[in-house]
């Protein structure tokens, strides 16, 4: 086949490297890739947020089907302009990107599909908040709806802290203020087609920058995947992932489908496993990073064919999609100052090296050739990943790797999948 995909994160290289390694050759193309992607695809110089120049070059080229991998080319209406103009693509339109792009709507679209989410109140004035602080409790969790890249939530017990976020926002429109949800959080993917529905396997995301859980939120610093823990709670991991899929995802997709604004792409369910039940903390409109890198090295059926199938609206005739018993860990590697204000243009050495040890694989996310050699371009640099038969050898394997590579400056939290188990 011949595979556009949009996008210039390890996600992306994660995406390329599992259709790489499909049996069926396929030719690749990337825009805007990166230094790491442009080694295994084809970078095509195409702006990915112009819905008439991808349906322009996918025309052109005879391609078979494009991935969508960040939200802003499906809120810029990529996806749109694909399907319109009947080229296969995954990943939703404009309208059912919302989900993820408007915290109000995602809630609208629960309440109506009766899927478990924490209460929240629209606030549009200080007094509003306040209220809501009283009426919700401590922590407090405000949002801003709308894009904000991770940076509009606030989780904090100091309510002075919150209020003053809130502020932050109210000028631009209306804040979500949530009830805090307890437990541990899960990522949990699924292909859609607009009708039908198909798992992945659960990973877990470390959002937070620092070890222990310390620090700013940021996109995420490392994660792995599968959750063996979910045993113990839910007696398997499939019993976890069938009650998702039956309370959470079938329910949203069929909800938005009758909505006339069909999902078809993937559906990221954000979940808190919490005392009274799993409750959906977030959705996104995309496959999630740095989960990706876990999940799809483990997947065992060819990715081509199931997101074509999403995109051509026949999920309904595919198994639900195996995984490796394999676990696999992601270490990122970011730059000095992420996520506020990353330094970049520093060179990066021992990617080789770190790249030749034994189950290591390296996914790049901010990285370009320059004349001083492979230098980093933003915040989240690597995404180092290692497979292992167990937990502490993939850690071990992940954490040697990272140990190896130098970037003057950069930040790793080494907590990754710590305590998992053997
Ligand atoms: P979001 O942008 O909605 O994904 O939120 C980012 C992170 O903030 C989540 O992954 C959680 O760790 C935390 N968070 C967001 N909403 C809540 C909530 N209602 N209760 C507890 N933590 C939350
Ligand atoms: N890892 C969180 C996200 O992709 O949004």
Redesign the pocket.
């Known amino acids: 086949m011949r595979i556009l995909v949009l996008g210039s994160g390890a996600r992306e290289h994660a995406i390329i490297l599992a259709l790489r390694s499909e049996d069926a050759p396929h030719e690749l193309f990337a825009a805007p890739g990166n230094a790491g992607i442009a080694r295994d695809a084809t970078i095509v110089e195409l702006d990915p947020l112009d819905p008439q120049a991808v349906a322009g070059f996918a025309i052109e080229r005879l391609v078979d089907l494009v991935v969508i991998g960040p939200e802003a080319p499906l809120v810029a209406g990529v996806a749109d302009a694909l399907r319109g103009r009947g080229i296969p693509v995954f990943g939703p339109g404009k309208a059912a990107a919302q989900l993820e792009g408007s915290k109000a709507f995602a809630k609208r679209v629960m309440d109506a599909a009766g899927v478990p989410t924490g209460r929240a109140l629209r606030a549009r004035t200080t007094a509003d908040v306040e209220a809501a602080f009283d009426a919700l409790g401590a922590p407090h969790v405000v949002k801003a709806d709308g894009l904000a890249a991770?940076k509009g939530v606030v989780v904090t017990s100091d309510r002075a802290a919150a209020l003053a976020h809130a502020e932050a926002y109210l000028p631009t429109g209306p804040v979500l203020v949530e009830e805090f949800l307890d437990g541990p959080e899960v990522?949990l993917f699924f292909l859609s087609d607009g009708d039908h529905v198909l798992p992945l396997s659960p990973a877990q995301?470390y959002?937070r920058l620092r070890d222990g859980d310390a620090g700013p939120n940021t996109?995420?610093m490392g994660a792995y995947s599968p959750l063996p823990w979910l045993s113990e709670r839910f007696g398997g991991e499939d019993e976890f992932v069938d009650l998702v899929t039956r309370t959470v995802a079938e329910p949203v997709v069929r909800q938005l489908d009758a909505e006339g604004t069909p999902f078809i792409g993937l559906l990221?369910a954000g979940l808190v496993l919490t005392d009274d039940g799993v409750k959906v903390i977030e959705f996104?409109a995309r496959f999630?990073?740095?989960?990706t890198q876990v999940v799809l090295p483990r997947l065992v059926d060819p990715l081509s064919q199931l997101l074509l199938a999403a995109a051509s609206g026949n999920l309904e005739d595919h198994a639900r999609p195996a995984f490796a018993d394999a676990v696999a860990v992601t270490v990122v590697v970011a730059s000095e100052g992420y996520p506020d204000k990353p330094v970049t243009g520093r060179v990066i050495e021992g990617m080789d090296a770190a790249a030749s040890i034994p189950g290591v694989h390296l996914a790049h996310a901010a990285t370009s050739v320059a004349d001083s050699g492979l230098v980093a371009t933003g915040g989240r640099v690597l995404s180092v990943v290692a497979l292992g038969t167990t937990f502490d050898e993939a850690r071990d394997r992940a954490y040697h790797a990272v140990d190896g590579i130098t970037l003057e400056g950069s930040q790793h939290r080494t907590d990754i999948a710590a305590g998992v188990g053997a």
């Open positions: 991770g990522s995301d959002k996109g995420g990221y996104n999630g990073d740095p989960e």
